[in-house]
T-cell receptor
Framework: EAQVTQNPRYLITVTGKKLTVTCSQN?????MSWYRQDPGLGLRQIYY???????DKGDVPEGYKVSRKEKRNFPLILESPSPNQTSLYFC??????????????FGPGTRLTVL | TQLLEQSPQFLSIQEGENLTVYCNSS?????LQWYRQEPGEGPVLLVT?????EVKKLKRLTFQFGDARKDSSLHITAAQPGDTGLYLC??????????FGKGNQVVVIP
């Protein structure tokens, strides 16, 4: 089944404790992206990757890191989480950005709480 | 990132009624998508429109892309409780990114 998977689905952690949220897609998509969704603010892009080893900042990159060593995986790293990073996070993938219609396939989400 | 304004923010209607929600921007988009999101889940793509003036139908849902490719509307005919959800529009800008509106929360009451 074609899908985007994220792990963990739920995470409660404390300020300053490094964490990684994994994202994997099995559709051979080139473009991958991370979003956070907050009440009243909607979906905001954190980072995106056009392809392997190519990443770039979205609208709200502060406090986050990403890497794209393989086509299928795009982990989101919080080196020192803070309470303002409490949010619902979504990973998404797109077949290709350059020539496509930019449809995004979303993962099921990771609800992160930072105490 | 271009701003996409969705209106109304919240809409509650009775089953069987029709509704229209809007997505507007001052910027031109190469493509625009509509997604539906249910609580606790990721958004799911409904449709993509790429040509100004384009109209697409998906069962009881009709999507229209403005002639100038700056705005779009979603019309639901004879709404059903299963149509309840958050409808998100998203536009592809010229910077390899997708900008999302804040959504139209639709509630269809049985």
């Amino acid at each position: 089944e074609a899908q985007v998977t994220q792990n963990p689905r739920y995470l409660i952690t404390v300020t300053g404790k490094k964490l990684t949220v994994t994202c994997s897609q099995n559709m051979n998509h080139e473009y991958m992206s991370w979003y956070r969704q907050d009440p009243g603010l909607g979906l905001r892009q954190i980072y995106y990757s056009m392809n392997v080893e190519v990443t770039d900042k979205g609208d709200v990159p502060e406090g986050y890191k990403v890497s794209r060593k393989e086509k299928r995986n795009f982990p989101l790293i919080l080196e020192s989480p803070s309470p303002n990073q409490t949010s619902l996070y979504f990973c998404a993938s797109t077949l290709t950005w350059t020539f496509g219609a930019h449809e995004q396939f979303f993962g099921p989400g990771t609800r992160l709480t930072v105490l | 990132t271009q701003l996409l304004e969705q209106s109304p923010q919240f809409l509650s209607i009775q089953e069987g009624e029709n509704l229209t929600v809007y997505c507007n921007s001052s910027s031109v988009f190469s493509s625009l998508q509509w997604y539906r999101q249910e609580p606790g889940e990721g958004p799911v793509l409904l449709v993509t429109v790429v040509t100004g003036g384009e109209v697409k139908k998906l069962k009881r849902l009709t999507f229209q892309f403005g002639d100038a490719r700056k705005d779009s509307s979603l019309h639901i005919t004879a709404a059903q409780p299963g149509d309840t959800g958050l409808y998100l529009c998203a536009g592809a800008d010229g910077n390899n990114r997708l900008a999302f509106g804040k959504g139209n929360q639709v509630v269809v009451i049985p």
